[in-house]
């Protein structure tokens, strides 16, 4: 709730304690209800099963979340029997917002939520960045635009945005720091003060891109949200997030996951991903004279894309059959280290090149399971390009979660409680 700290020598000196008691009850319901499945309503009595806590104390806490705006309450049912109907309660989905940011080497994307997940609005900037120069302000100025967008195509007013998490290429410290003496890295950072200079009351954050992915695919993915896996971005540049037995490995300055390691495993050589490699290998075929259909996508100045080699290959264009077996085997080997150091039991292949990648997954497993003692099961995840954004989101939403009693929501203005009929 939203209530002031007293100040000293106000109240008598068990009132701390006593606030302290309301606020880890306010906690517990408020968690309770968060947990509810959308379009859901959970009862008083199902509230007091799952806290412990008295009737009266649930039915005190809910009406301070119906005054602060968090929750509402809906018509109760007649319970079989003789009785007054059940009071009835229900998350406010849209109490606030939270935006999530994949902010990328070469592409800005935005998406604005509820505070379900459930995406209102959508925004995207195109960004040329040049590694050698790390002024940021093409990068804010990206930034900026993609939030305005997806606020605007949500219409949302942004006093109700909450929390926005933006997601880097770049490892993130436990407080909130990238490590120094990394040209890319150090390009990839954001100036959070610069790009929400108009928004000063929102809550924000960076996190690592493929650590976001990690929590994506153990939100929303295909994997057990308890076990051991690894969320392989591999679209510009190869990043890892790593979670075992269902928590996140972050490492002490953020680097768990971190694939610099590459640039000494022969076969491979460095971080850069399918995206890149397939840019190049279809242009430097070209180049060299080779026939292909990919000559008709020469014109976008970087080569023909990633999506459009696989297309090709996929309809038997010879030059993109071999391409799409040297990324295959590129990828296998990658996969082949992560299996040896981590021994997880799937990993899942992130990103906008997933739904590409999808159709080689069998054969690169079997590769892996050549090159490893410990092959994993290896899945394209069903998130795609929306991944890091979908983590985002997961982040914020947690963050505004763990926060709830300490913000005050825009307007306040829940609905009012639907009267028993």
Same mark, same amino acid.
């Given at each position: 709730?939203?209530?002031?700290?007293?100040?000293?020598?106000?109240?008598?000196?068990?009132?701390?304690?006593?606030?302290?008691?309301?606020?880890?009850?306010?906690?517990?319901?408020?968690?309770?209800?968060?947990?509810?499945?959308?379009?859901?309503?959970?009862?008083?009595?199902?509230?007091?099963?799952?806290?412990?806590?008295?009737?009266? /104390?649930?039915?005190?806490?809910?009406?301070?979340?119906?005054?602060?705006?968090?929750?509402?309450?809906?018509?109760?049912?007649?319970?079989?029997?003789?009785?007054?109907?059940?009071?009835?309660?229900?998350?406010?989905?849209?109490?606030?917002?939270?935006?999530?940011?994949?902010?990328?080497?070469?592409?800005?994307?935005?998406?604005?939520?509820?505070?379900?997940?459930?995406?209102?609005?959508?925004?995207?900037?195109?960004?040329?960045?040049?590694?050698?120069?790390?002024?940021?302000?093409? @990068?804010?100025?990206?930034?900026?635009?993609?939030?305005? !967008?997806?606020? /605007?195509?949500?219409?949302?007013?942004?006093?109700?945005?909450?929390?926005?998490?933006?997601?880097?290429?770049?490892?993130?410290?436990?407080?909130?720091?990238?490590?120094?003496?990394?040209?890319?890295?150090?390009?990839?950072?954001?100036?959070?003060?610069?790009?929400?200079?108009?928004? @000063?009351?929102?809550?924000?954050?960076?996190?690592?891109?493929?650590?976001?992915?990690?929590?994506?695919?153990?939100?929303?993915?295909?994997?057990?949200?308890?076990?051991?896996?690894?969320?392989?971005?591999?679209?510009?540049?190869?990043?890892?997030?790593?979670?075992?037995?269902?928590?996140?490995?972050?490492?002490?300055?953020?680097?768990?996951?971190?694939?610099?390691?590459?640039?000494?495993?022969?076969?491979?050589?460095?971080?850069?991903?399918?995206?890149?490699?397939? @840019?190049?290998?279809?242009?430097?075929?070209?180049?060299?004279?080779?026939?292909?259909?990919?000559?008709?996508?020469?014109?976008?100045?970087?080569?023909?894309?990633?999506?459009?080699?696989?297309?090709?290959?996929?309809?038997?264009?010879?030059?993109?059959?071999?391409?799409?077996?040297?990324?295959?085997?590129?990828?296998?080997?990658?996969?082949? /280290?992560?299996?040896?150091?981590?021994?997880?039991?799937?990993?899942?292949?992130?990103?906008?090149?997933?739904?590409?990648?999808?159709?080689?997954?069998?054969?690169?497993?079997?590769?892996?399971?050549?090159? !490893?003692?410990?092959?994993?099961?290896?899945?394209?995840?069903?998130?795609?390009?929306?991944?890091?954004?979908?983590?985002?989101?997961?982040?914020?939403?947690?963050?505004?979660?763990?926060?709830?009693?300490?913000?005050?929501?825009?307007?306040?203005?829940?609905?009012?409680?639907?009267?028993?009929?």
């Amino acid at each position: 709730m939203n209530s002031k700290e007293p100040r000293a020598g106000t109240q008598p000196a068990g009132a701390s304690s006593t606030n302290m008691l309301r606020r880890s009850n306010a906690r517990l319901i408020l968690d309770a209800i968060w947990r509810v499945p959308s379009l859901e309503t959970i009862t008083a009595n199902e509230l007091m099963a799952s806290t412990s806590l008295t009737r009266a /104390t649930v039915l005190g806490v809910c009406d301070d979340l119906i005054r602060d705006g968090w929750i509402d309450e809906t018509a109760g049912q007649q319970a079989t029997g003789k009785g007054r109907p059940a009071r009835r309660f229900t998350l406010r989905d849209n109490a606030g917002y939270v935006i999530g940011i994949d902010a990328g080497y070469n592409n800005i994307s935005s998406v604005v939520s509820n505070l379900r997940g459930e995406v209102m609005g959508r925004g995207s900037h195109p960004l040329v960045v040049s590694i050698e120069d790390i002024d940021p302000a093409p @990068r804010t100025a990206a930034l900026k635009s993609a939030i305005d !967008s997806a606020l /605007t195509e949500g219409g949302v007013d942004p006093a109700q945005v909450l929390v926005v998490c933006f997601g880097i290429p770049a490892p993130v410290s436990r407080c909130g720091t990238i490590p120094t003496g990394n040209q890319f890295w150090q390009a990839m950072d954001i100036d959070q003060a610069a790009v929400l200079e108009q928004h @000063r009351n929102w809550i924000s954050f960076i996190e690592n891109d493929a650590n976001l992915a990690a929590l994506a695919e153990r939100h929303n993915g295909a994997v057990d949200p308890n076990g051991s896996f690894v969320v392989l971005l591999a679209g510009e540049r190869f990043g890892a997030g790593v979670v075992e037995d269902g928590h996140l490995l972050h490492g002490s300055l953020g680097g768990g996951g971190e694939m610099h390691y590459l640039e000494f495993v022969d076969g491979v050589g460095g971080p850069e991903a399918i995206a890149p490699l397939a @840019r190049l290998w279809a242009s430097e075929a070209l180049a060299a004279g080779r026939t292909s259909v990919l000559a008709e996508h020469r014109s976008s100045g970087e080569g023909p894309s990633a999506e459009a080699v696989f297309a090709a290959a996929e309809a038997g264009d010879a030059l993109s059959v071999e391409i799409v077996e040297r990324l295959a085997e590129r990828l296998s080997r990658v996969i082949a /280290t992560i299996a040896s150091l981590l021994n997880p039991e799937t990993v899942v292949i992130g990103g906008a090149v997933a739904p590409s990648i999808a159709r080689l997954a069998e054969q690169i497993e079997a590769k892996v399971g050549v090159m !490893s003692h410990f092959p994993p099961q290896v899945i394209a995840s069903p998130l795609a390009g929306d991944i890091v954004l979908m983590g985002a989101v997961n982040a914020a939403i947690a963050r505004v979660v763990r926060h709830a009693l300490d913000i005050e929501l825009h307007g306040r203005q829940p609905t009012a409680p639907v009267p028993a009929t």
